[in-house]
T-cell receptor, first 111, second 114 residues
Framework: GNSVTQMEGPVTLSEEAFLTINCTYTATGYPSLFWYVQYPGEGLQLLLKATKADDKGSNKGFEATYRKETTSFHLEKGSVQVSDSAVYFCALTGTASKLTFGTGTRLQVTL | DSGVTQTPKHLITATGQRVTLRCSPRSGDLSVYWYQQSLDQGLQFLIHYYNGEERAKGNILERFSAQQFPDLHSELNLSSLELGDSALYFC?????????????FGPGTRLTVL
């Protein structure tokens, strides 16, 4: 079946540091890939998505590129802010539209 | 605000009881998904409805059931509750049921079984 593997957290960074959260996946066919963010006490919000190989999703300074050859969709941001502190989930849809999530990576950004 | 509403926000009940969680999708969205978020299992897909019909089932226990009504709101029924059912239950909606459609999540219902 489909699966998503994310790097273990928590990730602690100083403000303005570079962020990478690794995500790899296993899926049949051509999945669509997503990053969702969950702020404390809230539901999930879509951060970005990519629906085919080599697509780059971007939003609010975050980027991720769909790499079919390495089955990866790593999340990056050049300069994180305290307000980016949250839990980040990598997810995919395969042949069905249900989302399969990774375990989530907690990011804490300090001043 | 995603436009997806869920009620109640919090629910505290006892083992063996039955509860109903309600979800109203975004205006115009035909698909409703239910997910469970727990510390040990993470985020797990439960069930998907599209325009009133069940489309897919995931890791949903036989004690759980759901339906989508003609006005497109959905209810998730949990019965014979056990301590392990304590979790956050999210509803999400999307316009259609395509794999590339974005899913919009509600704020969740936190269920505590004592």
């Amino acid at each position: 079946g489909n699966s998503v593997t994310q790097m273990e957290g928590p990730v602690t960074l100083s403000e303005e540091a570079f962020l990478t959260i690794n995500c790899t996946y296993t899926a049949t066919g051509y999945p669509s890939l997503f990053w969702y963010v969950q702020y404390p006490g809230e539901g999930l919000q879509l951060l970005l998505k990519a629906t085919k190989a080599d697509d780059k999703g971007s939003n609010k300074g975050f980027e991720a590129t769909y790499r079919k050859e390495t089955t990866s969709f790593h999340l990056e941001k050049g300069s994180v802010q305290v307000s980016d502190s949250a839990v980040y989930f990598c997810a995919l849809t395969g042949t069905a539209s249900k989302l399969t999530f990774g375990t989530g990576t907690r990011l804490q950004v300090t001043l | 605000d995603s436009g997806v509403t869920q009620t109640p926000k919090h629910l505290i009940t006892a083992t063996g009881q039955r509860v109903t969680l309600r979800c109203s999708p975004r205006s115009g969205d035909l698909s409703v998904y239910w997910y469970q978020q727990s510390l040990d299992q993470g985020l797990q897909f439960l069930i998907h409805y599209y325009n009133g019909e069940e489309r897919a089932k995931g890791n949903i226990l036989e004690r759980f059931s759901a339906q989508q009504f003609p006005d497109l709101h959905s209810e998730l029924n949990l019965s014979s509750l056990e301590l392990g059912d304590s979790a956050l239950y999210f509803c999400a909606s999307s316009a259609r049921d395509r794999t590339y459609n974005e899913q919009f999540f509600g704020p969740g219902t936190r269920l505590t079984v004592l």
